[in-house]
């Protein structure tokens, strides 16, 4: 089945600085990458994906690349803030029902 | 995105007895997920709801530990039974999937878990 790996597991950042965090998969089949950012006590909240027919996609402040050849992709924050610290997870799809594999997660903090 | 509700929010439960969860939704969704989130870990699929069929349990969880009902379109049941410390955790439920016409999955806010 499908392997996700995600790193680093922890990364801290200056304000302003930017962070950025990687994703390997195993199944070269999984087309849909979706990222989400969990705050303490808080549900995990989608904040950015991206599907394998696209190589890049940007929201403001954040970014998603896909390098589906190498089978990794990466988020990218830029002009990091205090309120962008959080554990951050990515996933890939796995199976046509839906089901998605989660990397093991990055606690991202942004000291002012 | 849907809304989704879960109660109870919080819980804490002696060893041996059972909690029944429950996840509601303000639409109607085909695909519903429950996870298992430990403490500083990631989130594990326990099983996957689809209405008007049998849940689908990953490797690891089993039916007799944790049942799953998904009565109608709108609504889910996870109970975690003869509950041990070791099921200490916060649950999730998630909607979505592709038989829901969408990849995105969205979540609950979650059931924090203390077994004693």
């Known amino acids: 089945g499908e392997n996700v790996e995600q790193h680093p597991s922890t990364l801290s950042v200056q304000e302003g600085d930017s962070a950025v965090i990687k994703c390997t998969y195993s199944d070269s089949a999984s087309n849909y990458f979706p990222w989400y950012k969990q705050e303490l006590g808080k549900r995990p909240q989608l904040i950015i994906d991206i599907r394998s027919n696209v190589g890049e996609k940007k929201d403001q402040r954040i970014a998603v690349t896909l390098n589906k050849t190498a089978k990794h992709f990466s988020l990218h924050i830029t002009e990091t803030q205090p309120e962008d610290s959080a554990v951050y997870f990515c996933a890939a799809l796995t199976d046509s029902w839906g089901k998605f594999q989660f990397g093991a997660g990055t606690q991202v903090v942004v000291t002012p | 995105s849907a809304v989704i509700s879960q109660k109870p929010s919080r819980d804490i439960c002696q060893r041996g007895t059972s909690l029944t969860i429950q996840c509601q939704v303000d639409?109607?969704?085909?695909?519903m997920f429950w996870y298992r989130q430990q403490p500083g870990q990631s989130l594990t699929l326990i099983a996957t709801?689809?209405?008007?069929?049998?849940?689908?349990?990953e490797s690891g969880f089993v039916i007799d530990k944790f049942p799953i009902s998904r009565p109608n379109l709108t609504f889910s049941t996870l109970t975690v039974s003869n509950m041990s410390p070791e099921d200490s955790s916060i649950y999730l439920c998630s909607v979505g999937g592709r038989a829901g016409g969408t990849d995105t999955q969205y979540f609950g806010p979650g059931t924090r878990l203390t077994v004693l």
């Open positions: 709801a689809n209405q008007g069929s049998e849940a689908t349990y």
């Open positions: 639409s109607q969704v085909t695909m």
